[in-house]
């Protein structure tokens, strides 16, 4: 062969063997880069579910695996693709290293790495293998096989824990859903959300049970219709009117609508439409939420009539004041008069008669100021059970015989803060407001009785949980007209004939309670009667309590009681006082009439009783009476005198109508005396006595012989 | 009657005539022989400046249009921190005792009073005056 041709034929073989190789590497590059996009691909999609993956070509040769993979076995791709692929690992190091961190090896996992052996290397393409495998961080993944197209075989690696974790993750949400579409449903407030749509219209997507059994919807009936329809439906014009210019404004609104249910008349509502935008900031949804809010109408009511009669309390009290004013002159000239007309009993007879009119003027003062809150109130603690109790002989003559009287109380003491006295007024006028609305007869029920905290009105519910009894006077009278309640505690405001009432009765019980802390609520019924509830905070305060009695002297304390003591000498008037606080009383100390006075003028409370000797300098022990018992009216009066009888001292003339102990004191005497005058239990036998010789002592007994006693 | 409230010189400020002239026909009675009036806290302001140191005793009604008492009784703290002052009170609820009590008066007496009651309050002026 001639070597020239041989050279080009060698040039031509070699050209083509290039050009071949160049196509062939040509052809496996674009394979490649098919194979990368794949990859790629595939790469993304399994980004969102987490899974690995590897490929096989049908050679069995390891052809890709994405980063999940890598991240699944590490210690199995530890070097990059391309020396992978140029190492040649195949799918017996695959499935080996599936058998090394299996599990619970699978039957099928045996048999088809079985049978790629027996193929040696060449997949058979119908593999059905999967299996669980721990990986190195400690998870578990499946492993499934996934026959490709093209002969290869790929497999797919699943995070079993992710998987479990997303599964849980769906099964909260739809819990959470369930739970949240429980709560609406279960709410008590009305729920509607709407869908506006191209027409202008909100159609209803939703509404919960509260909403269609407040309006008395069927769901399905309402289920997209227009919301205005809705509301022609079941509202007025007005409603109509104000849901219009809200959903016009498309910025969402409340309206308070006053709609009567079955269930209850009189119920207020408040239907708050929010609206909710989508991206474009489009009008998408309106979420409305209609709750009930009868009680805060009612609130509402009852503080705007509170505020009504402050103001009424305020006017009363400005009357008052200018009344009392005028009274007080006229009141002053007639003391005056009385004093400058001693000698003269006609004139004083017309001057009592201008005095008990200006008495009964104060009187009315004084209710009209018990009303505005103006007046002190008296600050005894009583038993209000054994009071009510007590009142029952005072009540029956106010009734006539067509009406059953009945009054209960329990028996455990309930402590109030409050005078006996204006109990009595209270009652007193309860009683003949519903004897009078019972003329045909009837029943009437006066009861006190405990009220937790549970049945207490809202207004009383604190969180300091101070607790109430309850004063109950109710009737099965005529009950009163709905405008009519609202003005009965108004002052002067009345339903009777003019000679019957003055209007003031019920805004003094009204004034009263509320200056006890307490609160009135009026129960009634057109036809049926009227319940008056009177709630008065209990107190921890111990009551004034007399104990004991004239024959055990021993046993016999004044817990709570006043008094006050005046005595000059030193001595005698600690002894008297520590005796009288071994017996509870709060003894007030004066050294003198005027420090008796002071004391007087500086104790806010009420002074029971004053213990007082007779002969003191400056001011004697009857002139301090004189003007102590024109301050304190209700003030008991008892003299301790040197001089063993009335009359025998040369300074002082002791009024014969008083109560008179002669020193020296004895002790269990002078008890017996203020136990006397204390209970009104036999004053009239103390009167004018010698301590010495008591009645009760001397009668049908011997003479009780002189004792040993203290002496100033 | 004693002459125990001899030395008293007292000015009386009350807004109504009637009321001054009872006060003043009381006092009368109860043996004071000096007494001046002012219908309204300014004037009794004026009477004191002018005055000062001449009276040893104000009696003053709370309520005034104007000038009240309680506001009479702060501006004199000012000027005497230590005259006596007999506020007359037609209210007598708590807070308004109270109120008074804490406003520094030396005594005080409701409406309607007696003049018994308004002897006991002089003297227990005169036993603070004397302390």
């Given at each position: 062969m001639d070597p020239q041709f041989s050279l080009l034929m060698f040039y031509i073989y070699g050209f083509l063997a290039v050009l071949l190789a160049v196509s062939f590497a040509g052809v496996v590059y674009f394979q490649l880069q098919k194979a990368n996009r794949y990859i790629c691909a595939l790469e993304q999609a399994s980004a969102v579910t987490g899974c690995g993956l590897v490929f096989f070509d049908k050679h069995s040769q390891f052809l890709d695996a994405n980063t999940h993979a890598h991240a699944f076995m590490p210690d199995l791709f530890v070097q990059d693709h391309s020396s992978l692929r140029r190492k040649g690992i195949n799918i017996k190091s695959f499935f080996n290293y599936c058998y090394d961190h299996a599990v619970d090896v699978d039957d099928n996992f045996v048999e088809t790495l079985g049978r790629s052996y027996e193929v040696s290397g060449e997949v058979s393409g119908d593999y059905n293998f999967w299996e669980v495998i721990r990986t190195h961080n400690g998870r578990l993944c499946v492993v499934e096989a996934q026959p490709l197209n093209d002969g290869g075989i790929g497999f797919i690696i699943l995070d079993v824990d992710n998987v479990k974790e997303r599964e849980e993750h769906v099964l909260r949400l739809n819990q959470a859903n369930r739970e949240l579409f429980e709560a609406i449903e279960a709410t008590t407030s009305g729920m509607i959300i709407t869908k506006a749509d191209e027409n202008g219209q909100h159609l209803v997507t939703f509404v919960n049970r509260a909403f269609c059994e407040l309006f008395a919807f069927e769901k399905e009936d309402i289920h997209l219709k227009d919301l205005l329809e809705l509301c022609r439906m079941r509202g007025g014009e007005y409603l109509l009117k104000r849901l219009q210019s809200i959903l016009k404004q498309e910025k969402g609104g409340n309206i308070e609508l006053r709609y009567d249910n079955n269930d209850k008349a009189n119920s207020w509502y408040d239907l708050k439409l929010t609206p909710v935008y989508d991206e474009d900031g489009q009008l998408e949804l309106y979420v409305g939420i209609v709750s009930d809010i009868s009680e805060l109408k009612a609130r509402e009511k009852e503080v705007s009539n509170g505020q009504r009669l402050d103001a009424l309390g305020q006017l009363a009290a400005g009357v008052a004041h200018d009344f009392n004013n005028v009274l007080s002159i006229i009141d002053g000239y007639t003391r005056l008069t009385m004093v400058a007309n001693e000698g003269n009993p006609k004139a004083i007879g017309y001057l009592e008669k201008i005095k008990t009119a200006t008495d009964r003027g104060a009187n009315l003062i004084k209710r009209m100021l018990t009303f505005s809150r103006h007046k002190i109130v008296d600050e005894d603690v009583i038993d209000l059970g054994e009071t009510i109790r007590d009142q029952e002989q005072l009540l029956q003559?106010?009734?006539?015989?067509s009406i059953k009287f009945n009054i209960l109380s329990d028996s455990e003491p309930m402590y109030i803060e409050c005078g006996q006295d204006t109990i009595t007024q209270i009652l007193m006028n309860l009683v003949v407001n519903a004897r009078d609305a019972m003329p045909h007869g009837g029943a009437l029920f006066v009861e006190v009785r405990y009220c937790d905290q549970k049945s207490l009105p809202k207004e009383l519910q604190?969180?300091?949980e101070q607790t109430y009894c309850v004063l109950s006077v109710a009737d099965t009278g005529t009950g009163i007209e709905a405008d009519v309640v609202e003005r009965?505690?108004?002052?002067?405001?009345?339903?009777?004939?003019k000679d019957k009432g003055t209007g003031l009765g019920l805004s003094m019980i009204y004034g009263l309670v509320k200056q006890n802390g307490g609160l009135i609520k009026v129960d009634t019924k057109l036809g049926r009667g009227t319940a008056m509830n009177l709630y008065f905070p209990l107190t921890d305060k111990a009551p004034k309590a007399i104990t004991g009695s004239f024959e055990d002297v021993d046993e016999i304390s004044f817990d709570g009681f006043t008094v006050l003591l005046s005595e000059d000498e030193p001595d005698l008037r600690e002894l008297v006082g520590n005796m009288l606080e071994e017996r509870g009383m709060n003894v007030l100390r004066a050294c003198d009439g005027h420090e008796a006075l002071y004391l007087e003028d500086d104790y806010e409370g009420k002074i029971d009783l004053l213990l007082t000797?007779?002969?003191?300098?400056?001011?004697?022990g009857v002139e301090l009476a004189d003007l102590l018992c024109e301050l304190q009216p209700e003030m008991k009066v008892i003299f301790m005198s040197g001089?063993?009888?009335?009359?025998?001292?040369?300074h002082v003339d002791i009024p014969l109508d008083s109560t008179f102990i002669a020193k020296p004191i004895v002790h269990e005497d002078l008890i017996r005396i203020i136990y006397g005058i204390l209970t009104n239990a036999d004053s009239g036998t103390l009167e004018g006595q010698d301590i010495r010789t008591p009645r009760w002592k001397s009668e049908g007994h011997e003479e009780t012989p002189p004792r040993e006693g203290y002496a100033s | 009657m004693s002459d125990q409230f001899a030395d008293l010189k007292i000015l009386i400020v009350e807004d109504q005539g009637e009321a001054r002239a009872m006060m003043r026909n009381m006092l009368t009675e109860l043996g004071v022989t000096q007494v001046f009036e002012a219908p309204d806290g300014r004037e009794a302001m004026n009477f004191i400046d002018s005055a000062?140191?001449?009276?040893?005793l104000i009696i003053c009604d709370?309520?005034?249009?104007?000038?009240s008492g309680v506001e009479l009784l702060r501006q004199l703290r000012t000027v005497d921190p230590s005259l006596p002052f007999l506020m007359v009170t037609g209210r007598s609820d708590m807070e308004s005792v109270v109120e008074a009590k804490s406003s520094g008066v030396t005594a005080y007496i409701r409406k309607p009073f007696s003049p018994k009651q308004l002897e006991a309050k002089l003297r227990i002026i005169l036993y603070k005056m004397a302390a």
């Open positions: 003559p106010l009734l006539n015989a604190s969180e300091d009965i505690f108004d002052p002067f405001f009345t339903t009777k004939d000797d007779v002969v003191m300098p400056e001011l004697n001089y063993p009888a009335r009359g025998q001292s040369a | 000062f140191d001449f009276i040893n709370w309520n005034m249009p104007g000038m």
